[in-house]
Every structure is written in structure tokens, then in C-alpha cells.
């Protein structure tokens, strides 16, 4: 089936320094890729998505380039603090019959020491 | 505006024993979803409403879980008899789509399942 994989599973920065988290996915007619922070405890929360429109799009200290050949997506976090620190999800709009479904990668908890 | 909730927050059951929960959208989203959550893992889709119609409960285990979205608003989600293997947090999530695909889910703070 469709699937995503998300890569590290952990990574730790130190504060200040960038974190790039990379994501492939298996459908190629996947449009939408949201990316999620998740806080210990508490709700998935959008932080950046971009559509396939589009190589790159930024925003403030945070931003997500997408390779549609190759069928990756990546988020990159600039100047890291400590409140960056959470498990980070990103996801692929998987299209199917005239549906579609949210595929979720695995996850990337990231650390930020200060 | 208020954001998705449910509830309750948390819970603990024996196994064999039913449970349910409840989500209440963003007001005005018309697509409600079920996510199941195992600890370090993504979320997975159970089922998506469209207003009142399950569009797709593909991944949802029949055998034990329903669903239902009465009036296109509020919906619960029912486990009965619960196993051990369904301890997870269970996200519901909505989203407003107006044309094609794509639009930006919100998530509520899950239930987290705790069967014994």
C-alpha cells in the first residue's frame, strides 16, 4: 500500500543550530503535504504544508522544499530553540478512487539542548 | 473560535467492556476524521465523514468499532468488546473543504485508551 517514511526518528541540535527532518512518499499523485508538531501530551498542530504547485515555501524560521521527481519533502528549521523541541509528523495526501486519505510518517522527535 | 474537542480526555476500561467518544468539529467543517494513534507512531486514518456520509471507513474493524455523525455535527465513536491492542490515543480531527482536496485538518487533544 501507500506509505510514507519519515527519517531520523530522533534528532538532537543544539539551540541555534538548523534541523532538516526528510520524507518520501510513494504516491505520485500525492498534491498536499502537511507537516505536524506534536507536544508531549497534547494535540497534532499544522505548522507548514505546501502543494505540489510549488518547490519550496518559508515562513519565519521554518520552511519545506519538495522534490516531486524524486518524491521527497523535507522541513527545515532554522535558529532552533528549546520550545522547538516535539515529535514532528509530516504527511502525503494519498489519492485513491476517487477519494483520498492522509498517509502520516512515523514521526521525528526532535531535541533542541540548550 | 473554538478548536475540536473531545472527550473524555482520558480513559481506563477492562477489557470486554465497551467505550465510546466524542468529538465536536470546528463549527461550519463539514469533514470530521477518526485517527487511531499507537505511542510513537503517526496518525491512522479509522474513518472520514463528509457531512453525515462515512466516505471512507476502509480501515476501520468493523467487527468492534462504529462510528456515526448524526446531523453532520458531533460524532462518537464506539469500541465494543475492547482488547488490549486498542489502548492508543484516538485523535478526531476536521476540516472545511470547499473544492477538490487538500484542506488543513485540525486535530482535537485525542482520548487516550487504556484497556487492562
Known amino acids: 500500500g501507500e506509505n510514507v517514511e519519515q527519517h531520523p526518528s530522533t534528532l538532537s541540535v543544539q539551540e541555534g543550530d538548523s534541523a532538516v527532518i526528510k520524507c518520501t512518499y510513494s504516491d505520485s499523485a500525492s498534491n498536499y503535504f502537511p507537516w505536524y508538531k506534536q507536544e508531549l501530551g497534547k494535540r497534532p498542530q499544522l505548522i507548514i504544508d505546501i502543494r505540489s504547485n510549488v518547490g519550496e515555501k518559508k515562513d519565519q524560521r521554518i520552511a519545506v522544499t519538495l522534490n516531486k521527481t524524486a518524491k521527497h519533502f523535507s522541513l527545515h528549521i532554522t535558529e532552533t530553540q528549546p520550545e522547538d523541541s516535539a515529535v514532528y509528523f509530516c504527511a502525503a495526501l494519498h489519492l485513491t478512487s476517487g477519494t483520498y486519505k492522509y498517509i502520516f510518517g512515523t514521526g521525528t522527535r526532535l531535541k533542541v539542548l540548550a | 473560535e473554538a478548536g475540536v474537542v473531545q472527550s473524555p480526555r482520558y480513559k481506563i476500561i477492562e477489557k470486554k467492556q465497551p467505550v465510546a467518544f466524542w468529538c465536536n468539529p470546528i463549527?461550519?467543517?463539514?469533514?470530521l476524521y477518526w485517527y487511531l494513534q499507537n505511542l510513537g507512531q503517526g496518525p491512522e486514518l479509522l474513518i472520514r465523514?463528509?457531512?453525515?456520509?462515512?466516505?471512507?471507513d476502509s480501515q476501520l474493524p468493523k467487527d468492534r468499532f462504529s462510528a456515526e455523525r448524526l446531523k453532520g455535527v458531533d460524532s462518537t465513536l464506539k469500541i465494543q468488546p475492547a482488547e488490549l491492542g486498542d489502548s492508543a490515543v484516538y485523535l478526531c480531527?476536521?476540516?472545511?473543504?470547499?473544492?477538490?482536496?487538500?484542506?488543513?485538518?485540525?486535530f482535537g487533544p485525542g482520548t487516550r485508551l487504556t484497556v487492562t
Open positions: 465523514y463528509e457531512n453525515e456520509e462515512a466516505v471512507d
Open positions: 463549527s461550519g467543517h463539514n469533514t
Open positions: 480531527a476536521s476540516s472545511l473543504v470547499t473544492s477538490g482536496i487538500g484542506a488543513e485538518q485540525y
